[in-house]
């Protein structure tokens, strides 16, 4: 039997099957609860919410698929929604999808994305799920809205939606959480394409962001090379006051992150986990050969610091660092790195390659990149940290302001490090075993 060279230690990923949007990612009665979008097709099918548990995001109970279509709302799948902490209870939202018979595009008819709820003061009992939207709830909106979200100030709960207008504009639609009137809708100031997927509206050291990942862009702007891009806008005058958006910046400038979703994690730090991949791209994933696909970042630590959101890696990595790496040619599928001093480096593992000289970081691929481009990227590098696992790497400059995630498949993982006054180190392992 072939030999999976791309298994990786320290990211979540499926036995078998397609991975894709974290979902109701929370800290709850002592314990992290981390869904995940999940067909049991290797290239996608039926959406279903996978489930894992953890005491420390390091090591995880797989706890199987969790949730299923079972009422007629959501027929034709369980797609992406969050979890809510309110009165010692976690309350989940989610968008139910049906796809009528009929001669429809989909788009503008034809299709329901109905927003249902359900709940658990304990984390094993649930109680019966409810419709509180549908379609025809939505004013002015194609049959495009969903992930819903819930963000809460000053005592009162806003249910947030991505949404695609009827005149195919994407927006933010946000509702009085306990009277599920319509509240706003939200747009930007400058075209940010057709579809605003997988909202997360929360604050942080003091400012109100709004991370997203609109659909319709590519290349519209400089860098926004992928496929759909992921990016956040800082709120300066409050989700109760704003209705268009002045400030967009992309979150990550790598080939394969999407769908972030944050929550509060036992120290009350905002922490955000990602989707490794993005949907409709042209390249592709060789462990569809081992029957799976996709996988979610490792945890990372958000905060904002001079104008900007920044992302740094979160203690349940950094609890997994091991013994320094003293020699600058060596052969591990996990490990770590760190520069501080702004210098010139270059990295290869086999015939991928990341570099920096010139003021100019760039990632090339080879044939280890299945179709991904290569990249450059004008920057002023202060400090860098790497994570590479055996088949991506997740790369934090100028601390944590510029992030870099991508996918990339090795023929083999022979490393060599040309740089000076850097740090290399071995990374351990999360640990997931099956619930008993």
């Avoid at 956040?232 to 958006?245: A, M, R």
């Avoid at 023929?411 to 075993?433: F, P, Q, S, W």
Wanted: net charge negative; hydrophobic share 30%; charged share 25%.
């Amino acid at each position: 039997m072939l030999a999976n060279n791309w298994k990786q230690n320290l990211h979540l990923e499926p036995i078998k099957g397609w991975l894709n949007d974290p979902n109701g990612l929370a800290y709850f009665n002592g314990k992290y609860h981390i869904f995940h979008q999940y067909s049991f097709e290797v290239n996608g099918g039926l959406k279903l919410w996978y489930y894992y548990t953890s005491s420390d995001l390091k090591n995880y109970e797989d706890r199987g698929v969790f949730l299923t279509p079972t009422i007629e709302e959501e027929t034709h799948g369980v797609y992406s929604g969050s979890a809510n902490i309110e009165d010692g209870k976690l309350v989940f939202y989610y968008t139910g999808n049906v796809k009528y018979q009929g001669d429809y595009d989909y788009v503008h008819a034809g299709r329901g994305h109905n927003t249902i709820s359900f709940e658990t003061e304990d984390g094993i009992n649930f109680t019966e799920k409810k419709c509180l939207l549908t379609t025809d709830d939505y004013p002015n909106m194609s049959n495009h809205v969903r992930d819903p979200k819930i963000f809460e100030k000053n005592g009162k709960k806003y249910l947030v939606l991505g949404a695609r207008d009827s005149n195919d504009y994407g927006c933010l639609l946000v509702y009085v959480k306990d009277t599920l009137k319509p509240y706003k809708t939200i747009y930007s100031q400058k075209n940010l394409g057709f579809m605003w997927e997988c909202p997360d509206y929360f604050e942080v050291d003091g400012k109100e962001i709004f991370m997203f990942s609109p659909q319709g862009i590519t290349r519209m702007y400089p860098y926004y090379e992928n496929m759909y891009q992921i990016g956040y806008s800082v709120v300066e005058d409050g989700i109760e006051n704003v209705d268009k958006l002045d400030n967009f910046t992309l979150l990550d400038y790598g080939h394969d992150f999407y769908a972030s979703q944050t929550f509060l994690d036992e120290d009350n730090n905002r922490v955000l986990i990602g989707w490794m991949y993005v949907p409709d791209s042209s390249y592709t994933n060789p462990t569809t050969k081992f029957g799976y696909q996709n996988c979610l970042t490792v945890p990372r630590v958000v905060n904002f610091k001079d104008g900007k959101v920044r992302q740094t890696l979160h203690k349940s990595v950094k609890d997994l660092l091991g013994k320094d790496i003293k020699t600058n040619h060596f052969n591990k599928n996990t490990w770590y790195y760190k520069q501080e001093h702004g210098e010139s480096f270059k990295i290869s593992v086999a015939d991928f390659k990341v570099s920096y000289e010139n003021k100019e970081l760039k990632i090339s691929f080879g044939i280890s990149g299945y179709g991904r481009n290569d990249r450059k990227y004008k920057l002023d590098l202060e400090d860098v940290e790497i994570v590479f696992d055996s088949s991506s790497i997740e790369l934090f400059a100028n601390g944590g302001s510029f992030t870099i995630s991508t996918r990339f498949y090795p023929e083999n993982h022979d490393v060599k490090i040309l740089a000076t006054n850097y740090v290399a180190k071995e990374l351990g392992a999360i640990e997931i075993r099956e619930e008993n």
